[in-house]
């Protein structure tokens, strides 16, 4: 590279404006369709884990408690997950969906990559079974 050529390239720098995004303190858009983190809504559920079946990375998984009473536990992978919305198009009953906002998904500890979604006394049930049982 000549001399001249690069100074030339070195005043239009000087001139334009960054092409980089200040990321932590800007966050980008992201498009309507853009596969976040799952989210699982208990109420619409009929327990037919045609989900759990057809997820590649096992990532999801419904736990029944009482199929009578409608109370499902969904144990949720983040870390296994190849977020490929394939549980999303099996589901026949609209109960699981994935977000475009929440993508942010990297953390210190290993323990919050294991999410429970359910009703509160479904999820406390379901671990303190797990708990005796381990």
């Known amino acids: ?28 858009q992201t498009a309507e369709r853009f596969r976040g983190k799952l989210y699982y809504d208990p109420a619409k559920c009929t327990g037919c884990n045609l989900c759990s079946k057809d997820c590649p990375a096992n990532a999801f998984e419904i736990i029944t408690l009482d199929r009578a009473a409608k109370r499902f536990v969904a144990r949720y992978d983040v870390d296994r997950c190849a977020y490929c919305a394939q549980c999303v198009q099996s589901c026949k009953f609209k109960c699981i969906d994935m977000s475009n906002d929440e993508w942010e998904l990297a953390a210190l500890s290993k323990e919050s990559f294991v999410v429970y979604y359910g009703s509160d006394e479904d999820i406390d049930s379901f671990l303190q079974k797990l708990a005796i049982t381990s």
């Open 1 to 28: 590279m000549k001399i001249g050529s690069m100074f030339t390239e070195i005043v239009k720098a000087f001139f334009t404006a960054p092409v980089t995004e200040k990321y932590p303190f800007e966050k980008p």
